[in-house]
């Protein structure tokens, strides 16, 4: 009795092993057919990359817990970019978290204080953006920019660069 026992055990084991392994294989397989994975697929929290649009970016200051002050005038971010559509903003998607209409050279941050003005030199040259928005709590390090179309900040999708704080 005891070995008939043992061998529904070893059976049950072997079985939710194989049915994980295919559960996970089917949903990796639909994932492929529409070329797509869902909105929050790596936006948990401590996740190691960044996914934004046509890119894909491991997240090294995934242990951060809190943003740090501002220490330099030249800080290694990584620039993301985001458009007026409900899906990507809170409340009213024309409105930035400070209160300001959208415009071109609205940049959203979290570790610099509303009204600041910075520079992404390797991207935008001497353009100059305000930080007039602000991302989810857990994004530290980044710069989302305002574009007025979708299309166009998924083509933007995601960079390592660096950015030129010039007041705060």
């Given amino acids: 009795m005891r070995i008939k026992i043992q061998g529904y055990i070893e059976f049950f084991i072997i ?3 194989v049915g994980g392994v295919v559960f996970s294989l089917s949903g990796a397989l639909a994932a492929s057919q529409d070329n797509s994975l869902p909105d929050d697929y790596f936006e948990s ?3 190691l990359a960044l996914v934004q649009g046509n890119s894909v970016i491991s997240n090294t200051e ?3 817990t809190e943003p740090r ?3 330099s005038k030249i800080i290694k971010v990584v620039v993301t970019a985001y458009s007026s559509c409900p899906t990507e903003t809170d409340d009213d ?3 930035t978290a400070s209160g300001a209409w959208v415009h071109d050279g609205v940049a959203a941050a979290n570790f610099l204080p509303f009204g600041t003005e910075i ?3 390797e991207i935008y040259g001497d353009k100059i953006f305000v930080i007039e928005d602000r991302m989810h709590p ?7 920019i305002w574009f007025s179309s979708k299309q166009g900040a998924l083509d933007f999708g995601a960079r390592y ?3 030129e704080v010039l007041e705060i």
Avoid: C, M
């Fill in 15 to 17: 079985w939710s092993v």
């Fill in 62 to 64: 995934h242990y951060l």
């Fill in 69 to 71: 002050a501002v220490d």
């Fill in 138 to 144: 857990r994004k530290t390090r980044q710069v989302d």
């Fill in 45 to 47: 929290e401590g996740a």
């Fill in 93 to 95: 998607p024309y409105i």
């Fill in 119 to 121: 520079r992404i030199p």
């Fill in 161 to 163: 660069s660096y950015i």
